[in-house]
Nanobody
């Protein structure tokens, strides 16, 4: 009932920038949180950045000052979360996933994950 479509990953040189986007659509009544996670080869998935409806964004220490999360909502039917990534480092290489949590119009809660978009930082 909630679809997530991610885009924006790719190959970039160290020091470069990328912007990821994730659009959530469906029978959404409200969103509590939108965030980005990443999983590097051989490692566990980790939180990169998250923004909640009741507070300011939180970032992993490793990306503070370099990444910025932002959101755009249109009548709660189409909600987009962006991750602007600047000063990218090779250690930022991973598959990036967006996660959206909230409530449907049926009043049921939901949590959805995107399909993942790969980011490779290499010269």
């Amino acid at each position: 009932q909630v679809q997530l479509v991610e885009s924006g990953g790719g190959l970039v040189q160290p020091g470069g920038s990328l912007r990821l986007s994730c659009t959530a659509s469906g029978s959404i009544l409200g969103i509590n949180a939108m965030g980005w996670y990443r999983q590097a080869p051989g490692k566990e998935r980790e939180l990169v950045a998250i923004t909640r409806s009741d507070g300011s964004p939180n970032y992993a220490d490793s990306v503070k000052g370099r990444f910025t999360i932002s959101t755009i909502s249109r009548d709660n039917t189409k909600n987009t979360v962006y991750l602007q990534m600047n000063s990218l480092k090779p250690e930022d290489t991973a598959v990036y996933y967006c996660r959206v949590a909230g409530k449907l119009r049926s009043l049921r809660t939901f949590e959805s994950w995107g399909q993942g978009t790969p980011v490779t930082v290499s010269s």
